[in-house]
C-alpha cells in the first residue's frame, strides 16, 4: 500500500511539473457570473506576470496591450443555434495607441500591441484561439491610411520581442483578418520584431491569416540588434492575402535581418505579389505550399538558406535569387507546376540546385551564370531551358 500511494504522489508531481504555473486564472466577459472583468484590457491591468486570462466568446472593441508575460486565451462555446462561438477583438472607435518600428521606422496602429516585457516568466507570452478582425468600426467606418505611404498603417498583432531578459513569444491558432486599408499598402497581420542586444524568440504557428493588404507574417529585426538577435519559427499557417489591390504586391511571408536561422515549415500560402520572402540571413524554408502568388520564393543576400521539399504553383516566378554570398542557397526536391520562370539566378552565383521536379513552364533556368543543372533534377514540358547571365 505505501508503495502504491508513493507512486501515485509521482505521478501527480509529475503531472503538475508538466502543467503551465499560472499565478491566476481571470475571465473576461459573461460566460461567468457575476462579471469581474468586461474587457480584456482591465483583466491584463490587474494580472501581475504567470496569469492566465481567458476571454469568453464575444466582441470586444479594443486594442489590446500585454506588457508582461501572460497566457491569453480565448474560450469557445456553442450557441443555441450549435454555431461555435469565438472570441473576437475588433477596432475601437478611435485608436490610442500607436508603436514604431525600430526596423523601418513606421508608425502602426495595433489591435493587439506586445511591448517592454521586462520580465522572464514561466511560460513567455501566450497568445492563442482569438479572431483579430481589423473590418469596420463601431461608427461603421473602415480604418485607413491617411494617403499612400502615410502611417500609421493597421497591423493586427505586433510582437515587439525588445527586451532586457530573453522572454520566449508563442502566437497559436490566432486568426488575423480584414487588416485592409483601401489597399494603398498599410495593413498587416502579424508583425514581430527585436531591436535590442537580448537573444529572443518566436514561435508562430496554426495561424490563419487572410484578407490583408501589405504583409501577412513579417519577423525582422531593428538596425540596433546585436545578433544573433531574434529567431523565428513560423509553420504551419494558412497566409492568404485577399487584397484587391495589384500595385499593393503584397507577401505572405517575410522574414529579414532575423541574424538566428530559423525555420519556415509547412505552411500554405495563396495569393499576392511574393509567398515567402527572406533577405540578409539564413534561413530554412522547407515543405511549403505556395500557389497563385507573383512570385512562390524570393531571396536576397541571405547566403546559405536551404529550399528544400516545397511545392510551388500556378505562380509567375518559382523561385527569384538576388544573392553573391559563398556559399549560397540551396534549392533540393522542390516540386513546380505551370510556373512562367522556375529559377530566375539574377546572375547569382554558387547556388545549388539537385533533385528537384520542375515541368510546365515558359523558362526554367534565367540568368543563370554557367551551366545549367539539367542532370541532376527532373524537367518536363520547359519551353527554354536556360537562358544565360548577360
Same mark, same amino acid.
Given at each position: 500500500?505505501?508503495?502504491?500511494?508513493?507512486?501515485?504522489?509521482?505521478?501527480?508531481?509529475?503531472?503538475?511539473?508538466?502543467?503551465?504555473?499560472?499565478?491566476?486564472?481571470?475571465?473576461?466577459?459573461?460566460?461567468?457570473?457575476?462579471?469581474?472583468?468586461?474587457?480584456?484590457?482591465?483583466?491584463?491591468?490587474?494580472?501581475?506576470?504567470?496569469?492566465?486570462?481567458?476571454?469568453?466568446?464575444?466582441?470586444?472593441?479594443?486594442?489590446?496591450?500585454?506588457?508582461?508575460?501572460?497566457?491569453?486565451?480565448?474560450?469557445?462555446?456553442?450557441?443555441?443555434?450549435?454555431?461555435?462561438?469565438?472570441?473576437?477583438?475588433?477596432?475601437?472607435?478611435?485608436?490610442?495607441?500607436?508603436?514604431?518600428? #525600430?526596423?523601418?521606422?513606421?508608425?502602426?496602429?495595433?489591435?493587439?500591441?506586445?511591448?517592454?516585457?521586462?520580465?522572464?516568466?514561466?511560460?513567455?507570452?501566450?497568445? /492563442?484561439?482569438?479572431?483579430?478582425?481589423?473590418?469596420?468600426?463601431?461608427?461603421? #467606418?473602415?480604418?485607413?491610411?491617411?494617403?499612400?505611404?502615410? /502611417?500609421?498603417?493597421?497591423?493586427?498583432?505586433?510582437?515587439?520581442?525588445?527586451?532586457?531578459?530573453?522572454? #520566449?513569444?508563442?502566437?497559436?491558432?490566432?486568426?488575423?483578418?480584414?487588416?485592409?486599408?483601401?489597399?494603398?499598402?498599410?495593413?498587416?497581420?502579424?508583425?514581430?520584431?527585436?531591436?535590442?542586444?537580448?537573444?529572443?524568440?518566436?514561435?508562430?504557428?496554426?495561424? &490563419?491569416?487572410?484578407?490583408?493588404?501589405?504583409?501577412?507574417?513579417?519577423?525582422?529585426?531593428?538596425?540596433?540588434?546585436?545578433?544573433?538577435?531574434?529567431?523565428?519559427?513560423?509553420?504551419?499557417?494558412?497566409?492568404? &492575402?485577399?487584397?484587391?489591390?495589384?500595385?499593393?504586391?503584397?507577401?505572405?511571408?517575410?522574414?529579414?535581418?532575423?541574424?538566428?536561422?530559423?525555420?519556415?515549415?509547412?505552411?500554405?500560402?495563396?495569393?499576392?505579389?511574393?509567398?515567402?520572402?527572406?533577405?540578409?540571413?539564413?534561413?530554412?524554408?522547407?515543405?511549403?505550399?505556395?500557389?497563385?502568388?507573383? /512570385?512562390?520564393?524570393?531571396?536576397?543576400?541571405?547566403?546559405?538558406?536551404?529550399?528544400?521539399?516545397?511545392?510551388?504553383?500556378?505562380?509567375?516566378?518559382?523561385?527569384?535569387?538576388?544573392?553573391?554570398?559563398?556559399?549560397?542557397?540551396?534549392?533540393?526536391?522542390?516540386?513546380?507546376?505551370?510556373?512562367?520562370?522556375?529559377?530566375?539566378?539574377?546572375?547569382?552565383?554558387?547556388?545549388?540546385?539537385?533533385?528537384?521536379?520542375? &515541368?510546365?513552364?515558359?523558362?526554367?533556368?534565367?540568368?543563370?551564370?554557367?551551366?545549367?543543372?539539367?542532370? $541532376?533534377?527532373?524537367?518536363?514540358?520547359?519551353?527554354?531551358?536556360? $537562358?544565360?547571365?548577360?
Amino acid at each position: 500500500m505505501e508503495r502504491r500511494i508513493i507512486w501515485m504522489l509521482f505521478a501527480v508531481a509529475i503531472l503538475g511539473a508538466a502543467s503551465p504555473a499560472y499565478a491566476t486564472v481571470r475571465t473576461v466577459g459573461t460566460c461567468v457570473s457575476p462579471v469581474v472583468y468586461p474587457t480584456i484590457s482591465s483583466a491584463i491591468s490587474v494580472s501581475a506576470a504567470n496569469d492566465r486570462i481567458n476571454v469568453c466568446p464575444g466582441t470586444y472593441p479594443e486594442q489590446v496591450v500585454i506588457n508582461k508575460p501572460l497566457f491569453l486565451a480565448g474560450m469557445e462555446a456553442f450557441t443555441a443555434t450549435g454555431v461555435l462561438d469565438r472570441a473576437v477583438i475588433t477596432l475601437p472607435s478611435t485608436f490610442t495607441t500607436t508603436v514604431k518600428s #525600430q526596423y523601418n521606422n513606421q508608425m502602426f496602429a495595433p489591435q493587439i500591441l506586445v511591448q517592454n516585457v521586462n520580465t522572464a516568466g514561466h511560460f513567455g507570452v501566450v497568445i /492563442t484561439n482569438l479572431t483579430v478582425d481589423g473590418s469596420a468600426d463601431p461608427a461603421g #467606418q473602415p480604418y485607413y491610411c491617411q494617403g499612400i505611404g502615410v /502611417t500609421p498603417g493597421l497591423v493586427g498583432i505586433f510582437y515587439d520581442a525588445t527586451s532586457s531578459v530573453s522572454v #520566449q513569444g508563442n502566437i497559436g491558432d490566432v486568426t488575423t483578418r480584414n487588416q485592409l486599408t483601401q489597399n494603398i499598402a498599410c495593413g498587416y497581420g502579424i508583425w514581430v520584431e527585436n531591436d535590442g542586444p537580448v537573444n529572443q524568440s518566436v514561435i508562430i504557428q496554426h495561424n &490563419s491569416i487572410h484578407d490583408f493588404d501589405l504583409g501577412g507574417i513579417t519577423a525582422v529585426t531593428g538596425p540596433g540588434g546585436a545578433p544573433p538577435a531574434l529567431t523565428a519559427t513560423i509553420r504551419s499557417n494558412d497566409v492568404h &492575402s485577399g487584397s484587391a489591390c495589384p500595385a499593393c504586391l503584397p507577401y505572405g511571408i517575410d522574414t529579414e535581418d532575423t541574424e538566428t536561422p530559423g525555420t519556415i515549415e509547412s505552411n500554405i500560402i495563396t495569393g499576392g505579389g511574393y509567398g515567402i520572402m527572406n533577405g540578409s540571413s539564413p534561413i530554412s524554408i522547407i515543405n511549403n505550399t505556395v500557389a497563385g502568388a507573383g /512570385t512562390g520564393i524570393y531571396l536576397f543576400f541571405d547566403g546559405a538558406s536551404t529550399l528544400a521539399s516545397n511545392y510551388l504553383a500556378d505562380v509567375g516566378t518559382a523561385f527569384d535569387l538576388y544573392d553573391s554570398s559563398n556559399p549560397g542557397p540551396t534549392i533540393k526536391s522542390n516540386t513546380t507546376k505551370n510556373t512562367q520562370t522556375v529559377i530566375e539566378y539574377n546572375c547569382s552565383p554558387n547556388v545549388t540546385v539537385t533533385s528537384n521536379t520542375f &515541368s510546365d513552364a515558359a523558362f526554367g533556368f534565367f540568368g543563370i551564370p554557367g551551366t545549367a543543372p539539367t542532370t $541532376s533534377n527532373s524537367l518536363f514540358n520547359i519551353d527554354t531551358i536556360t $537562358s544565360s547571365c548577360i
